[in-house]
């Protein structure tokens, strides 16, 4: 595709239920992360997958929180049983190569009510 | 964990003016890159400008220009002639060049820009 898609780009839970979200990179590029950004806050890194190797999984905040990359494309990030300090933008970004431009996708704003 | 600090949490500058965001980061590795993002209130980021680190020479961008001093761990970012359109939060990242665990980009807290008519 023309640039990095996320789905669904808003998203209301009710908390404890799990949640999946969704991140389509762009086409060849073998790098993609996720953040998360609360409300005027930066970006918390989460997770970094690069090509076939094993995914840097440091930021994840808790085991509740987990993610795949299949084929090198297309990667879902699961948050079980959430919680309400859970509310928050999730950001995708993608990159073709070390140290290169990373293009970010909207993002998905999850609300946990 | 490499640190980015960006001191200055909001700013403000008229139309036409120059303005100059702060980042400082703690690192103790040779090579890397620098970047800066915004992030106007669409949510889309948008990369600004980049620098590698072995190379002296600042970066520029068209209005946008670097003050790297890779001695000082600094990387500030310069905005000539401002427009409306600049306003938007604007992130300082750091990325590791080599590293055998994972090569993430990790950002400042962010600077929020108003450019004012």
């Known amino acids: 595709g023309a640039g990095v898609s996320q789905s669904p780009s808003n998203k209301v839970t009710e908390k404890g239920k799990d949640v999946e979200l969704r991140c389509d990179p762009i086409s060849g590029h073998t790098a993609l992360y996720w953040y998360r950004q609360s409300l005027g806050q930066g970006l918390e890194f989460l997770i970094y997958?690069?090509?076939?190797?094993?995914?840097?999984k440091s930021g994840l905040p808790s085991d509740r929180f987990s993610a795949e990359r299949t084929g090198g494309s297309v990667s879902t990030l699961t948050i079980q049983r959430t919680q309400q300090e859970d509310s928050a933008v999730y950001l995708c970004a993608s990159s073709q190569a070390r140290g290169t431009e990373a293009f970010f996708g909207q993002g998905t704003r999850l609300t946990v009510v | 964990a490499q640190t980015v600090t960006q001191s200055q949490p909001e700013m403000s500058v008229q139309e036409a003016e120059t303005v100059t965001l702060s980042c400082t980061y703690d690192?103790?590795?040779?090579?890397?890159?620098l970047f800066w993002y915004k992030q106007p209130p669409s949510r889309q980021m948008i990369l600004v400008i980049r620098q590698e680190a072995y190379k002296q020479q600042n970066a520029t961008e068209n209005r946008f220009s670097v003050n790297f001093q890779k001695a000082a761990k600094s990387f500030s970012l310069k905005i000539s002639d401002s427009q409306l359109g600049d306003t938007a939060m604007y992130f300082c990242?750091?990325?590791?060049?080599?590293?055998?665990?994972?090569?993430?980009?990790?950002f400042g807290k962010g600077t929020s820009l108003l450019v004012t008519p």
């Open positions: 997958f690069q090509g076939n190797s094993a995914p840097d």
């Open positions: 690192t103790s590795e040779s090579n890397y890159y």
């Open positions: 990242a750091f990325m590791k060049l080599h590293s055998n665990s994972g090569y993430a980009l990790n």
